[in-house]
Nanobody
Framework: QVQLVESGGGLVQAGGSLRLSCAASGRTFSNYIMGWFRQAPGKEREFVAAISRSGGRTKYADSVKGRFTISRDNAKNTVYLQMDFLKPEDTAVYSC?????????????????WGQGAQVTVSS
């Protein structure tokens, strides 16, 4: 079992920045690919970003590419999502997830453990 706890959400104006953190406990953090997903009201959950076990490879949704950066610190058992140039359409609950897959996964079904989510609200 892996327990994931997100923090860092909040309210920000359009064009601003936020950094989400996801702290993991339980199993060896570096054994897992980590991902971020988001779900806006009335919409389906969507992939945001993923990072490999070592942090050497990343993948992003087209909608956030160039604005969001995923990173991880295996010594601190934490994955981050730096969000810059935020837009109102980025408003959603953001959840981190852990996967035992061997390649970067972009679908929610490919993840085995989930955090409870953090609200991010971007005002116009």
């Amino acid at each position: 079992q892996v327990q994931l706890v997100e923090s860092g959400g909040g309210l920000v104006q359009a064009g601003g920045s936020l950094r989400l953190s996801c702290a993991a406990s339980g199993r060896t953090f570096s054994n897992y690919i980590m991902g971020w997903f988001r779900q806006a009201p009335g919409k389906e959950r969507e992939f945001v970003a993923a990072i490999s076990r070592s942090g050497g490879r990343t993948k992003y949704a087209d909608s956030v590419k160039g604005r969001f950066t995923i990173s991880r610190d295996n010594a601190k058992n934490t994955v981050y999502l730096q969000m810059d140039f935020l837009k109102p359409e980025d408003t959603a609950v953001y959840s981190c997830a852990a996967s035992v897959a061997t390649i970067l996964v972009v679908t929610a079904g490919g993840y085995d453990y989930w955090g409870q989510g953090a609200q991010v609200t971007v005002s116009s």
